[in-house]
């Protein structure tokens, strides 16, 4: 038995550079899907650090915002901080309150804000909205802010306050008024000193269905769509005049009177029926006192006849607290400049009767009532600093929602279990009291990771000053499973934290790159102390520095690396006593390449197994018009939602580009054979036989093609991969016959057609 090559030992020289080729690859921190721990870690080394935030906040006097970085700092430095700031609150009570601040922020809390009532002190209700409930209220800021205030933006504010009751509150009187609602038909109503609502009028549509014309055996279903579809019926027919009334508002006293003048030809004229037709949604619907049933359309109509939609603003007892509060947070610039002139200017435009501006400023008071019931009045004031526009605070209340839901669920839970013990015999509370006991559990484990969460969200907007960068990062992580969305969230705040936990610049690089953080696992770890030995420090670098260049370079590693390891494998196997010849120089070469080449997809795989996994929303499109695919792209489910018609998959390409690598490998051994059997010492008789005894290797092809079908089909149905199944369905099969058909028609057939005419000529020079 011969060895091939430069001998045993040169051979085996291969493997150790094979080895640190590979480890110079794994060693390389760059990933198609996921950013790597060691680049953040370089990224914020000797930046702002959460420890250094906190320490700055302490020094400011700022305990409220220092509390809410406690939860994520480390346990000794999370203890040191929490010492200092005990003993400043002893000092202080105001300080438990209002979260700290500079002495002019203890005097606008005293004296503008007027303290805190000392029920709400004993209940350790603490949040901002209480200070701004009290100032409202109790005491005198409104009034102060009125005559003193110099501020422009704050006066637009202080001026946009209704005094007279929630804008919008004229439905109920509409609902409830005789006239209206007694008799069916359409009505227009002409809103008058309405400072909110200038210029716009009323358009209502009833529908009545007495006790004698409803008939018995319908339900009230088919009775509430009988009487919506003739109120609708109403607005088809424009021949047909709907009688005027107007609403005038007398402070808070309202008054509706008909009013014919509401019927002029310029009022009717501007009306858009067929737009308002199908918008115009449902105000009221029921039974009648009398047996009967009604249905009452309704919406608000602008200037130019069209439909507005109004939104619901804040209930007034914390519309105004709310409001004063905001006009008081930019007199002390709580809010950054470029919010304090935004909510100014949508303030004059509320009063303009700009439904714009309107309804961005209700929305943003809902915002500013969702931030101030999480946060004490200084954890508000820093945190709204760090909001550079408008959109910001809009970002950052909508990820306090986000996390607030479960608790929310939760509380719903054990209010509907509290009703439903009140209204059961004592002898059958008590399976139901032990529900609730479990559903407070539940609700007390679901408050402490909100806290939690709550400070990464804080955290993170502190450090980084984007608000809409950090809910961006968090709505984009990838969800993989049709329900993980909970899930995602809580990954994607983990990774913050983990961002946060090295430094400020590491936080940023996250949110530009919006990948997650990328998860070594227990193989990849075991390993990573040997990193620095090959270079990791430098690799690190230039992972960050150039991305491209260093993803190159890592796949060449691998290649050579696998290439390496299959050519030293290849020498050092002993040659078959069988084997009478070698295959072409260039074709081992290949073979080494295409092994190489499946290898480093392989590692690829395994370091980075969300490449073989498809966000849901996001689905391969590859052209092909099966009926298998039309029948699946016709079901209904998120997963398969278009988010690009015209590109594909990463992992569309992974999947195909795969079993097109694994076609290749078996293509160039193929090859290594036929080369073989041309080397053979043997006449062309010797050569056709064994050419035909190769055929079973010559169709490995299609026999590896159908069976990556069969378990694409099989991934199809067991897992929630449908749409990249599907394609290595198609693509296996599809790639198995053409690398098949390639190989007889320009290779086995040229050639055997060769060794046929060669046998001929032979048995014509026979004796």
């Given at each position: 038995m011969k060895i091939r090559g430069f001998g045993k030992f040169g051979n085996t020289l291969w493997f150790p550079v094979a080895t640190l080729l590979l480890l110079l690859g794994l060693a390389s921190p760059v990933y198609f899907t996921s950013i790597s721990q060691d680049t953040l870690e370089m990224v914020g080394e000797g930046t702002s650090s959460l420890s250094t935030q906190a320490e700055q906040q302490l020094r400011e006097n700022n305990l409220g915002p220092v509390e809410m970085i406690l939860p994520l700092l480390s346990p000794a430095e999370s203890a040191k901080f929490k010492t200092?700031?005990?003993?400043?609150?002893?000092?202080?009570?105001?300080?438990?309150?209002?979260?700290?601040?500079?002495?002019?922020?203890?005097?606008?809390?005293?004296?503008?804000?007027?303290?805190?009532?000392?029920?709400?002190?004993?209940?350790?209700?603490?949040?901002?909205?209480?200070?701004?409930?009290?100032?409202?209220?109790?005491g005198d800021l409104w009034k102060r802010l009125e005559e003193s205030s110099s501020n422009k933006n704050v006066q637009a504010i202080l001026a946009s306050i209704p005094k007279e009751g929630r804008p919008g509150a004229f439905w109920a009187k509409v609902i409830n008024e005789p006239n209206l609602s007694s008799f069916p038909g359409t009505k227009l109503i002409r809103l008058e000193n309405f400072r909110f609502f200038p210029q716009r009028r009323l358009l209502v549509s009833v529908a009545l269905r007495s006790k004698t014309e409803i008939d018995a055996n319908a339900s009230e279903a088919e009775i509430r769509d009988d009487c919506l579809a003739e109120a609708r019926?109403?607005?088809?027919?424009?021949?047909?005049?709907?009688?005027?009334?107007?609403?005038?508002?007398?402070?808070?006293?309202?008054?509706?009177?008909?009013?014919?003048?509401?019927?002029?030809?310029?009022?009717?004229?501007?009306?858009?029926?067929?737009?308002?037709?199908?918008?115009?949604?449902?105000?009221?619907?029921?039974?009648?006192?009398?047996?009967?049933?009604?249905v009452m359309l309704g919406g608000v109509v602008g200037p130019d006849g069209k439909l507005e939609e109004h939104g619901r603003w804040l209930p007034y007892p914390m519309l105004v607290p709310m409001m004063v509060g905001t006009a008081m947070a930019i007199e002390k610039d709580y809010f950054s400049s470029t919010v304090g002139y935004e909510l100014g200017k949508l303030s004059q435009g509320l009063?303009?009767?700009?439904?714009?501006?309107?309804?961005?400023?209700?929305?943003?008071?809902?915002?500013?009532?969702?931030?101030?019931?999480?946060?004490?009045?200084?954890?508000?004031?820093?945190v709204t600093k760090r909001c550079p526009d408008l959109k910001g605070v809009f970002d950052l209340a909508t990820l306090i929602r986000m996390r607030n839901r479960p608790l929310s669920e939760v509380a719903g839970k054990i209010k509907a279990a509290r009703r439903e013990i009140s209204s059961l015999a004592p002898e059958e509370t008590e399976e139901k009291k032990v529900e609730l006991k479990k559903l407070y559990s539940e609700r007390e484990e679901t408050e402490k990771r909100f806290q939690r969460e709550l400070s990464v969200v804080y955290a993170a907007t502190l450090l980084s000053g984007e608000p809409s960068g950090v809910l961006s990062y968090v709505k984009g992580f990838p969800v993989y499973d049709a329900d993980g969305d909970e899930v995602a969230t809580v990954e994607a705040l983990d990774d913050l934290e983990f961002a946060m936990g090295h430094g400020a610049e590491a936080l940023k690089y996250l949110l530009q790159m919006r990948k997650p953080?990328?998860?070594?696992?227990?193989?990849?770890?075991?390993?990573?102390?040997?990193?620095?030995?090959?270079?990791?420090?430098?690799?690190?670098?230039?992972?960050?520095?150039?991305?491209?260049?260093?993803?190159?370079?890592k796949l060449s590693f691998f290649l050579i690396a696998g290439a390496l390891f299959s050519t030293a494998i290849a020498n050092l196997l002993p040659k078959p006593d069988y084997s009478r010849s070698v295959a072409s120089p260039i074709l081992r070469f290949l073979r080494n390449f295409t092994v190489g080449s499946m290898a480093c997809v392989l590692i690829l795989f395994l370091l980075e197994p969300t490449l073989l996994q498809t966000p849901r929303g996001q689905v391969s499109v590859a052209g092909f018009d099966f009926a298998l695919a039309n029948l699946l792209m016709s079901a209904d489910d998120d997963s398969m939602l278009l988010k690009d018609e015209n590109s594909l998959t990463i992992v569309t390409g992974a999947v195909a580009g795969t079993f097109l690598l694994l076609q290749l490998v078996i293509f160039v051994f193929c090859l290594l054979r036929i080369s073989q059997v041309k080397r053979e010492e043997a006449d062309a008789r010797l050569k056709v036989k064994?050419?035909?005894?190769?055929?079973?290797?010559?169709?490995?092809?299609?026999?590896?093609?159908?069976?990556?079908?069969?378990?694409?089909?099989?991934?199809?149905?067991?897992?929630?991969v449908k749409q990249d199944a599907l394609i290595g369905a198609y693509t296996s099969t599809l790639f198995g016959i053409l690398f098949v058909a390639a190989l007889k028609i320009f290779f086995v057939r040229p050639y055997r057609n060769h060794l046929l005419v060669m046998q001929a000529e032979q048995k014509r020079y026979e004796p």
């Open positions: 200092e700031i005990d003993e400043r609150k002893n000092k202080n009570r105001d300080l438990e309150v209002s979260g700290g601040g500079s002495i002019f922020d203890l005097l606008t809390f005293r004296e503008y804000f007027g303290g805190l009532d000392e029920y709400s002190r004993e209940q350790k209700r603490f949040s901002a909205y209480f200070v701004y409930n009290r100032a409202a209220t109790r019926q109403t607005f088809a027919s424009e021949d047909s005049l709907p009688r005027g009334f107007s609403l005038s508002r007398d402070g808070r006293e309202m008054a509706m009177e008909a009013n014919a003048s509401v019927l002029d030809a310029a009022d009717l004229a501007s009306l858009d029926y067929p737009s308002t037709l199908s918008r115009l949604g449902i105000i009221k619907s029921g039974p009648t006192p009398d047996g009967g049933y009604e009063l303009a009767g700009n439904l714009e501006a309107k309804e961005k400023l209700r929305a943003f008071y809902w915002a500013a009532h969702q931030l101030a019931r999480k946060l004490n009045l200084i954890q508000m004031a820093e953080v990328h998860n070594p696992g227990p193989v990849l770890s075991s390993i990573q102390p040997v990193f620095p030995v090959v270079g990791g420090g430098l690799l690190t670098w230039f992972s960050h520095a150039y991305q491209k260049s260093a993803m190159f370079l064994l050419l035909d005894n190769e055929d079973t290797l010559f169709d490995l092809g299609l026999y590896v093609g159908l069976g990556g079908t069969v378990l694409s089909l099989i991934l199809l149905l067991v897992l929630d």
